[in-house]
């Protein structure tokens, strides 16, 4: 599964080089799970080509502070996700799932 997520924020943390975390997302921890492996993008728009993305490497809960529940995902920059339009069915605020056919 890819998701393709609404960032406007720029909520991003370089870990290492083309490491990087994405947070925080209001996300069911199953969901989390079945998207490691797959695909990410960010977009500022639903309907703006994608501006970053990469693989899904893993992720985590954070465990306290104003974003305490939420999914952090790990990921890792892949030139190819950049750029990447989807369309406007599918979305549920600022997330859309996308499953592999």
Known sequence: MNIHLIEQL???VKLQDNLWESGWWQLEES???QLVGGEI???KKQQEPS???GTILGYRIEQ???HQGKIVFKLQHKQSCRN???DKHG???K???VSHD
Do not use: C, M, P
Request: glycine residues 8%; hydrophobic residues 35%; charged residues 25%.
């Open 10 to 12: 720029n909520n991003f």
């Open 51 to 53: 501006f970053y993305g």
């Open 64 to 66: 306290d502070g104003e």
């Open 84 to 86: 990447v339009r989807t």
């Open 41 to 43: 993008y960010f977009h």
């Open 91 to 93: 979305w549920s605020k």
């Open 31 to 33: 969901k989390a799970q």
């Open 95 to 97: 997330l859309k799932i």
